[in-house]
């Protein structure tokens, strides 16, 4: 069955960078989209950032220009790159995936079927 192990997170300080990781396992399907949702305390959930396999990507518009999300080809997964971080980046990230292209859902949580653990990111 599918799986999403992430990695990555933890603390760091205001302007500060972090890497989350997140690889699949378990995919057959030729096509894939994966990426990352987070949840701050209080607030929804939102969609930072999505990749397909064809290389497409979207991004909250509160993180464009900071992140950076990129497929590793080798193991089905991907990474986030995390610049110039904010304290109103604080929340647990979740990595999700499932098939097809990016469409109009990519940051509806709706569309995706797997979800991973979720991995905190503190920023102070």
């Known amino acids: 069955h599918v799986q999403l192990v992430e990695s990555g997170g933890g603390s760091v300080q205001s302007r500060g960078s972090l890497t989350l990781s997140c690889v699949v396992s378990g995919w057959t399907y030729r096509f894939i989209v994966m990426g990352w949702f987070r949840q701050a305390p209080g607030k929804e959930r939102e969609g930072v950032a999505m990749i397909d396999s064809q290389g497409s990507t979207t991004y909250h518009n509160s993180v464009s220009g900071r992140f950076s999300l990129s497929k590793e080809s080798a193991d089905n997964g991907i990474v986030l790159r995390m610049n110039s971080l904010r304290p109103d980046d604080t929340a647990m990230y979740y990595c999700?995936?499932?098939?097809?292209?990016?469409?109009?859902?990519?940051?509806?949580?709706?569309?995706?079927?797997?979800w991973g653990q979720g991995t905190q990111v503190t920023v102070s």
């Open positions: 999700v995936a499932d098939g097809g292209l990016l469409d109009s859902d990519a940051m509806s949580q709706d569309r995706y079927n797997f």
